[in-house]
């Protein structure tokens, strides 16, 4: 007699639903709290960058030179995505939104006055939600100000590439994936070797030894199955139903 195939397929099958439900579980909380960390990280240094690039601006203003005739800010933009490459772009806008300067990281341009650019645009934002993202998640929105007449003169806009941050999210869900994979294979192997030892190998030889005993008119002996109390009781039971027949016979 074979431990019925369908037992073993349970077991199997419910220990590998705990352990997907688990690493799912926890795999989500990962993901996720690794792109909250990944994304505060970036916007602290987008604050810490774009605050340089704010003073600097401010102090040229300062100077009586007017916002929209700044210049020679390509290297200090260049410099900035340097630092963040996930930076998707850098602008720098008047009040009205008309870009002065914009920085990319194939490009750094100082634009006439007056033109507007569609890096803001809602065909920018509904990409932005369909990965997932908030605009406060990837935008950087820094006010310039004329400190001499306290006059809001512009601000300076930075982006996060949407992109990058779900690759990176990726990257980490791939590594999970690949750690339940593993899981899943040892949690295979573990439960084949118990399954093989404390059920399927006990009961095989329990009922090889009581079809001996049925030919033989024996009792068993339950030694080698104390460590299985329910088997061990099956024994005595057995044993027990044996003696009434033989008294029985008699």
Request: aromatic share 8%; net charge negative.
């Amino acid at each position: 007699m074979k431990l019925n195939v369908s037992m073993r397929m349970r077991i199997f099958v419910i220990s590998v639903c705990i352990i997907i439900s688990g690493q799912v579980i926890y795999s989500k909380k990962n993901v996720e709290s690794f792109q909250k960390s990944y994304l505060e990280t970036l916007q602290m240094k987008c604050q810490k960058l774009g605050g340089f690039l704010k003073d600097d601006i401010e102090y040229v203003l300062s100077l009586n030179i007017p916002f929209a005739k700044l210049a020679k800010l390509e290297n200090t933009l260049r410099e900035i995505l340097d630092v963040i490459p996930e930076l998707e772009f850098i602008e720098i806008t008047d009040r009205e939104g008309h870009v002065l300067h914009y920085a990319a990281h194939k490009s750094v341009t100082h634009i006439e006055a007056g033109t507007t650019l569609p890096s803001f645009n809602e065909e920018a934002t509904l990409k932005i939600r369909h990965l997932g993202l908030n605009l406060s998640d990837v935008d950087t929105l820094l006010p310039v100000f004329y400190k001499r007449e306290n006059q809001h003169v512009g601000y300076i806009k930075m982006r996060l590439s949407p992109e990058v941050i779900v690759s990176k999210s990726r990257e980490i869900l791939w590594d999970m994936i690949t750690v339940i994979l593993t899981s899943l294979l040892i949690t295979f192997e573990m439960l084949t070797f118990f399954v093989s030892y404390s059920i399927t190998d006990p009961l095989e030889r329990m009922v090889k030894e009581v079809e001996g005993a049925v030919r033989s008119l024996s009792p068993l002996s339950g030694k080698g199955f104390l460590f299985v109390n329910e088997l061990a009781d099956v024994i005595e039971r057995f044993n027990y139903l044996e003696s009434r027949g033989e008294k029985s016979n008699e």
